[in-house]
């Protein structure tokens, strides 16, 4: 059975960081493509950042550029959000996700999804 399970959210200050992680089990991760996307309340789910197979590139939305790094663990299947200079605005429950086609921005490219973690910005 496979399982993305997100860890690490939390409430915080603006301007402060958080870690999330996305664990796998039942896939192998490096076999996929990842990605996080967030959804506020009374808001659609948003992409928030992708990254390829082998961890070599990566692709933000414009709203986290500069402020959120994206990375994988291949040891640990695991893959990261580092978020840094959080905004109230980033209060979401933050999902994520895997699937084949690299850097995608659409929610309906990725096969499995994780639970959710939320995170709360406080202004």
């Known amino acids: 059975q496979v399982q993305l399970v997100e860890s690490g959210g939390g409430l915080v200050q603006a301007g402060g960081s958080l870690r999330l992680s996305c664990a796998a089990s039942?896939?192998?991760?490096?076999?996929?493509?990842a990605a996080w996307f967030r959804q506020a309340p009374g808001k659609e789910r948003e992409f928030v950042a992708a990254?390829?197979?082998?961890?070599?590139?990566?692709k933000y939305a414009d709203s986290v550029k500069g402020r959120f790094t994206f990375s994988r663990d291949y040891a640990k299947n695991t893959v990261y959000l580092q978020m840094n200079s959080l905004k109230p605005a980033d209060t979401a429950v933050y999902y994520c996700?895997?699937?084949?086609?690299?850097?995608?921005?659409?929610?309906?490219?990725?096969?499995?999804w994780g639970q959710g973690t939320q995170v709360t910005v406080s202004s």
């Open positions: 996700a895997a699937g084949f086609r690299a850097l995608s921005v659409y929610a309906s490219n990725y096969y499995y």
């Open positions: 039942g896939l192998t991760f490096n076999d996929y493509a």
């Open positions: 990254i390829t197979r082998s961890g070599g590139d990566t």
